[in-house]
């Protein structure tokens, strides 16, 4: 071992105890999106796209896609929020979407939440949640729906299933990724 390595692994217990932890805070906060936030919005969401069927997209999501959703939601009333690290990293985001376009859908919207590979599992996902339907409801929203798919999305399930979102549906072999069919199971939490 040459004597560089040597005091890289071996440092004096005195250095040692100087050392900041291993186990750095688990630390965000989460505010509004911003349009110089969209990237990685983008980046976050096209990684599920080429990894996962928790997405049933197969091609990237343009930066001008994302742009024109953004701008939607925005022009509607409704949240779009962003978790950032203390470095100002974006580590996740939640927004809602009208369900469907046509007028008497108004109160009704889908949900959308996907974090960081590195950020999931540290209950991020749950303070995500609860503040994207703090905020629907202050916007007015009525009922919010989630289509989650069937198979590989048990923390999707599970999170949903925590704050009241109750199974209405189960739709078959709607989806087909990765060389195999993929259904949605849709959950429904009321607002009011
Ligand atoms: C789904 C997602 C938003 C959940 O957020 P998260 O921060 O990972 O989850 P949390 O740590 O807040 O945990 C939420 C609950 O789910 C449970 N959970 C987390 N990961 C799980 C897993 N892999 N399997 C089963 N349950 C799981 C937790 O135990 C927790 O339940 P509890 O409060 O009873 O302990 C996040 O994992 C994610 O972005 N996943 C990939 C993208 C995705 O699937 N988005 C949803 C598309 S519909």
């Not at 976050?44 to 953004?70: C, G, Q």
């Not at 109160?107 to 609860?130: C, D, H, M, P, Q």
């Not at 739709?171 to 259904?183: A, I, P």
């Amino acid at each position: 071992m040459l004597e560089e390595e040597y005091q890289a692994t071996h440092r004096p217990k005195e250095a040692q105890r100087n050392l900041p932890p291993l186990q750095v805070p688990f630390e965000y906060t989460i505010r509004d999106a911003r349009l110089q936030d969209l990237p990685d919005v983008r980046e976050i969401y096209n990684h599920y796209v080429a990894n996962s069927t928790v997405t049933f997209d197969e091609k990237p999501m343009t930066l001008r896609e994302i742009r024109s959703k953004f701008q939607h939601i925005v022009k509607l009333g409704m949240p779009f929020l962003v978790a950032e690290s203390p470095s100002e990293q974006i580590l996740g985001y939640a927004y809602v979407y009208p369900w469907k376009e046509k007028a008497a859908y108004r109160f009704t919207v889908e949900n959308s939440i996907y974090l960081r590979a590195a950020a999931t599992s540290k209950g991020l996902g749950k303070a995500l949640l609860a503040e994207l339907i703090t905020r629907s409801k202050a916007a007015g929203l009525k009922e919010m729906i989630a289509v989650i798919a069937d198979k590989g999305a048990d923390a999707s399930i599970a999170i949903h299933k925590n704050f009241g979102f109750k199974e209405i549906g189960h739709m078959g072999k709607v989806g087909y990724k990765f060389d195999r069919w993929l259904g949605t199971v849709l959950m429904q939490k009321s607002l009011k």
